[in-house]
Every structure is written in structure tokens, then in C-alpha cells.
């Protein structure tokens, strides 16, 4: 057959690697440092719990694990699930990772050209996921607080089929939205018939601060949530889960049903072994004691290390710092740099959907040391300094200095 | 929220449960002998080679089988594919499932309108899949050997995105595509320029006759292959792979990025760690006794509880005969029937994109023990027999008799 003769969808002639994966080809390298990976670090799996689970199961029921299963999930994970938010396990639908639940979204809401709002910047695998099915993002303006409630006007809202919007530690910001936006988005959202969607994989990984009710929690009849185990278990068992209401859920179901027919079974009772145990937030603590470490180690590096005129975000939890440079600086000219110089990290500009912020740049503080974490925040500081040198008449750089 | 509020993506509106699933539901009633269901025989499922494999893993390699991981799936399992079919592991892409397959051959050809060859009948899940992006389908004629070549003609292959291809012991019909009719399919494919996508979960499950070449060794480069490891390790792992040329393969992997990121770490290396071991041919050979047994003994109790006008295929593999009735029965009528008589199957309508034959039927063997087999054919034949004669004038009846 000649290569001629094959004829893409217009989504795929559109589809393009994504640029984090390039970015971590490049960091592959032993000697680099790498802040670019959004990977929870591997010391905090449960691997004596999910062993014990594996026992279990092959003791107790192995067919069930093996065999076909329904769409919705598992019974039990479901009822856990339910249980954890209130809501009854008819609402809840076990997906293949919290990325199939982006993908089960885009499926049922999103036409050619539908318009979905987001906000700017926002996760970069979720415009991935809904761009397969052609929307017309409208971006939701943020500041250090996160998304603006203000900014979803009547005009904003008319005709979105959903606004997808991280509250907690959002990914790639590190923000968390104050409780007083949160009751004002979620009141706007329902005066003006905006469907919410509420991506939560971080929430729970929280260093400082007082918890904060979800949106869902505010109106679960206006809200879509969508819950993770990648970062509290581990991201290898593929597992994350949406509550919806009703007359949703069934949709989900029938796309999930016709995408994979339904989540393995197996890491399914896995993970609910574990999760029976009650082990879990003994375990988030642990994990949350390591993270917090980590980034307020982070934190201190930059305040250390950067040059004048560069900001970031001070996060509460979550895996991510969002720094934004002086605007004359390219994050993607300069990540060749840093990559030369055995630092990496991943450009700011792939996580808006239409107008990107050149001078931005995501730092994961997770799984690098600490001590490495200091050598990194350094050798970066030190290339920024000297971009700014390089941009700048010599005065301008002495008051930099 | 106001649900008049929620507007659904045309693809969604169009969704409705599988006729399958419901009929599911109607069979879990433990009186009910089904020959519905499309699953593997949990007896056949390699418990303690996996458990072995599990342990294995534990010991060796836990936080890997833990984290995110490559798209395109998990290295070692890649090159045993690749070496199992001849092919460079780059062309290999690890699935979540054969039904994952489906969604990223939608993602990546299918446009709205798009034209999508298909058998008649075809895989139900098949259809799911690919109609959640809107294709118009064309239906490729069949008869008692499979696909007919020679309806690929120039009018009917013009502007198509694939044809879609089960020919080992097809899903709803059991049948296989005799080698002439390979080498003619595969020969007309490249001369119009058709892209084909041979699907193959149960060529492995042969009872009788002699291995046929795949159309994928055929003209690689024309054949996209799906493979699954359901069949003969266990659905519940929820793992396939797909052979695509490289041009393909590459906006597989983007499509499937999008999707769900990449298939469990934890599954795909308890599947390496059963197959390295090289078990799956002596494995499979006691999976082909079982199901052998079975297929004898359902023909055989169709030969003598079937009245006159009944014809079925006669499968030399897989799971499933396929029954035509005389034409005035509707299998959608006579399943509520079966039901009340605690016996049921699938009816035939739903595995045609276009034009249903409402007399048919499809029977699953594998599941159901050889005397519940006698008993439930039985029980099928008395029923066909009593609507035939409630349909016809009583002379008519005496010549069925």
C-alpha cells in the first residue's frame, strides 16, 4: 500500500507529539536534573500493602479478578469511592486513570467546534485529551489565587459545554483557589448554566493550610468530579474515578464502554485490597511529610538563587512550582540551555490552550532530593542571571544585580 | 443545575446501551443456561503462573511495575510481540484491551461521514467504537466462508479510511476466511489502495484444521493487526497490542497518549513475566481441548434438537456458532421467549451496521458445561420448533416435522 493512499481523521493530521514528552527524552540522562517529570516519586508507593493485596487476591479470588468485568468498576472501589464523598456508588464510574476520564468527557460533551472553557495556563494532557474532538477553547483568566470567578460573565459562559478547572495545586501552577472563589464559581456556574468540571489529583496532598470543600461538595448536581489513586498509591495501576450526576453517568458509561469495556480488573482488586485496609491516610501522611520537604527545600533554592524580577508560585501541596521570568525571556530557547548545563524543566507556553505566557516555566520538586534540588535551583538561577545579562543594556543588568 | 442545561456532544446523544449489555442483565439469573455471553472460561485462566508471576515481580522490580510508563508499552513485552509476529518492536503498540484498539483506529481515521468497510455482520464492540466518530458505514457482503472478495470493488473501496476484518472463527459467526480468499483480499486491498485492519482475538483457539497465514504476513505494510491477550491469558488484565506501519503507528501512540496516557505498568509486566516463560503454546493447547469439546458438543446437540429450516456455521475455532433461522422469526421476539424458558443467546441485528437479519442468532460455547449444553440447545430447539409452528398453516408444519 502506498503511504499516499492513507487518509488520517483531521484530529490526527492535527496530532502532534506532546512537547513534556520530547522534554523528557531529552532528560533521560543520568547527570541531568530533571524538574521536568510530573511523576510522583517512587519511594512512596505502597509496595508492602500492594504485595499483601496480590496475596490476598490470589487466595481469595483470582477468577474474578481475571475475568470480564462491568463498565462501572468495581463494586466494593465504587462503594469506597462513594463513601469518601458522600454521594451514592451509583454515581461512580472507575476509569483507566484519571486521563481516560478527560478522554470519556471530550467524548460526550465536546462536537467540532463546541466551545470548552479553560483556564489559562491549565494541565497540558487535558487539552491533549479534548483537542481529539476539535473544541474552541475560551480561556478562563487566573492570578496567584488561581482561576477568577469574576471573569465567567454572562458571554464567557454562553453555549460552553463545561469549564474543566483544577482547584488544588493545580497542575502546572502549584495554585489552590481560596474558599471564597470556590462559593463564588460554583454560585455563577449554576446562575448561569456552566457545567463544572473539577480535576482533583493533588488535593490531598496538602503541606500547609486548612482543607477546603470541593466544588462538587458545593453542588454536585452542576459538578463533575474526577479523583485519582496515581499520586496517593501509584500512578503503574491506571486507576481514577469521576462522580457524576445521573443522567451524565450513563453517558460515561456507554463511552467508557465502547473505549476500553472497562478498567482491569485486576489492579481494580488490587488497589481495593490496599484500600480496605484503611491504610490510606496514614499513608497520604507519610507521603505528604516527604513532598513538603521537598518543596519548601525548592522554595528556599529559588529565593536563594534567582535573580531579581523572577517570580513564583509558593505552593501548599501538590507536585508543582509555576516560576514566571522576566517577559523578554523564552522558556523554550531556554530550556537548550539548561539541558546543556544539566538542568531541566518543562516550558510554560504547551499549558494554554490559545495565548501562551513565553516566560513561564513548571518546576516538579517531587522526586529530586533535596541536596540535588539546591544544585539544580542554582545552576538554573545561575542561567537565568546570565540571559538577563545577555538581554539587558549593562546598567539595567547592575540594577538587576 | 438545571439538566435542560447540560448539552451532550452529537455522538453522545446518539449512544444507547449495547442490546448485549442489557441481554447480559436479563441472563444472571443462576436458572438461566446462557449461551450469551462473549467471555472465556474462568477454568481457563493460568492462576498460578500469573500468582508465580506477581511474586516475581514483587521480588524483582516493584516500584517499576508501579510508575508511569512509556505509551507505547512496556519494552520486553513489546519484542515478545514483535519475534511472535516477525516485526520490529517499534511497530508495537500495547493496548488497554483489543477494545482500546478500536477507539485509537476511530481516533486516528475516522472523520463525521467518514466511509468504514465493515463485515455483515461484524464485531458489535467494533461498531461502539467507531460509530462514537460518526463514520458512514459501507457493509462488505459474506457468506458461509467469510468476507467475499470480490465485492471489494472499485465503487465500493472508493475514498474508504479501512475495512475492518475479523477473519479467524469471526466474531458473531465463527467463521474463517479460507486462503484463496486471504490472498485475493490482501491482492485487491493494495490494488485499490485500501487500508485493512484484521482484527485477531481468537485465531489462536483452533480445534481443527490447518494455521493460516494472518493478511498482516500477507502485506504488512497494508494491514493494521490487533492482537489480544484476553482469549488465551485472561480478559481481566485487559491487554492487546496493534501492528501498524510506522506512519500509523506514530499518531497510534499520540491518540493513545491522549487516551489514557499509557496501559497499567502493573499488568503489562505480570503478562511479560507469565509469557517469558514461554507457557502460552502448551497453555493454549489445553485451552483448545476445553473449547474443542464444548464447539463438538453444541453442533452436536444443534444436529438433533434443531427443527428443519435451522442452519448454522460449523466453526473449526473461537467461541462462538452462528444460527439463521427460517426468515418469518424475529431473534429479538424469541429472546423474551428463551428467557421465560431459562435459556438464552444474543439475537443477531445488533453485529449489522446497516441491514439487520432479524432471524439470527449467536451461541457461545465455552462457558457452559457439555450437559448444560445438550440441555439448553434442547430446551432452544423446542422453542424454535414452537414458534414455527405457531407461524405457519398446519400442512407446512407437518413438513418441518
Not at 468498576?73 to 464523598?85: I, S, T, Y
Not at 522526586?367 to 539587558?392: D, F, M, Y
Request: net charge negative; glycine share 6%; with cysteine.
Amino acid at each position: 500500500m502506498n503511504s499516499n493512499d492513507i487518509q488520517f481523521s483531521r484530529r490526527a493530521q492535527a496530532l502532534t507529539s506532546s512537547v513534556i514528552r520530547e522534554v523528557l527524552k531529552l532528560t533521560e540522562k543520568p547527570e541531568i536534573i530533571s524538574f521536568a517529570g510530573g511523576l510522583p516519586s517512587a519511594q512512596t508507593f505502597p509496595v508492602a500493602a500492594l504485595q499483601a493485596a496480590c496475596e490476598r487476591l490470589f487466595a481469595d479470588s483470582p477468577a474474578a479478578a481475571l475475568q470480564y468485568a462491568p463498565t462501572e468498576g468495581l463494586q466494593p472501589l465504587r462503594q469506597w469511592v462513594a463513601e469518601k464523598h458522600g454521594v451514592d456508588s451509583a454515581n461512580v464510574l472507575i476509569t483507566t486513570g484519571s486521563q481516560q476520564a478527560l478522554d470519556l468527557l471530550a467524548k460526550v460533551f465536546i462536537d467540532p467546534g463546541s466551545k470548552v472553557l479553560v483556564e489559562a495556563p491549565t494541565y497540558l494532557g487535558a487539552l491533549q485529551a479534548f483537542s481529539l474532538s476539535e473544541p474552541a477553547y475560551t480561556e478562563v483568566p487566573t492570578d496567584d489565587q488561581g482561576l477568577q470567578p469574576e471573569a465567567l460573565t454572562e458571554t464567557l459562559a454562553a453555549g460552553a459545554r463545561f469549564l474543566y478547572t483544577i482547584p488544588n495545586f493545580q497542575n502546572p501552577t502549584g495554585r489552590r483557589l481560596p474558599l471564597e472563589r470556590r462559593k463564588e464559581l460554583v454560585a455563577r456556574a449554576r446562575e448561569l448554566g456552566v457545567l463544572l468540571v473539577e480535576d482533583n489529583p493533588y488535593g490531598e496532598l496538602r503541606y500547609s493550610g486548612s482543607p477546603l470543600p470541593s466544588l462538587h461538595s458545593l453542588n454536585p448536581e452542576g459538578v463533575i468530579y474526577m479523583g485519582s489513586f496515581s499520586k496517593v498509591l501509584a500512578p503503574g495501576l491506571r486507576l481514577g474515578y469521576m462522580l457524576a450526576p445521573p443522567a451524565i453517568h450513563a453517558k460515561l458509561v456507554q463511552a467508557k464502554q465502547a473505549s476500553d469495556l472497562h478498567t482491569p480488573s485486576f489492579t481494580q482488586r488490587v488497589a481495593y485490597e490496599v484500600l480496605k485496609t484503611g491504610m490510606l491516610d496514614s499513608h497520604i501522611a507519610s507521603v505528604c511529610d516527604l513532598y513538603g520537604k521537598h518543596c519548601a527545600a525548592m522554595l528556599d533554592a529559588l529565593s536563594r538563587h534567582m535573580p531579581e524580577g523572577v517570580r513564583w508560585s509558593r505552593p501548599e501541596g501538590g507536585m508543582f512550582i509555576w516560576v514566571e521570568l522576566p517577559a523578554a525571556i523564552d522558556t523554550m530557547a531556554l530550556l537548550e540551555a539548561a539541558v546543556a548545563s544539566n538542568v531541566a524543566f518543562v516550558p510554560g507556553a504547551p499549558f494554554y490552550a490559545i495565548t501562551p505566557r513565553n516566560n513561564t516555566l513548571r518546576l516538579a520538586f517531587v522526586t529530586v532530593p533535596p541536596q540535588k534540588i539546591e544544585e539544580g535551583i542554582a545552576r538554573l538561577g545561575e542561567l537565568v542571571a546570565s540571559h538577563l545579562r545577555a538581554l539587558q543594556p549593562a546598567d539595567a543588568v547592575a540594577a538587576v544585580q
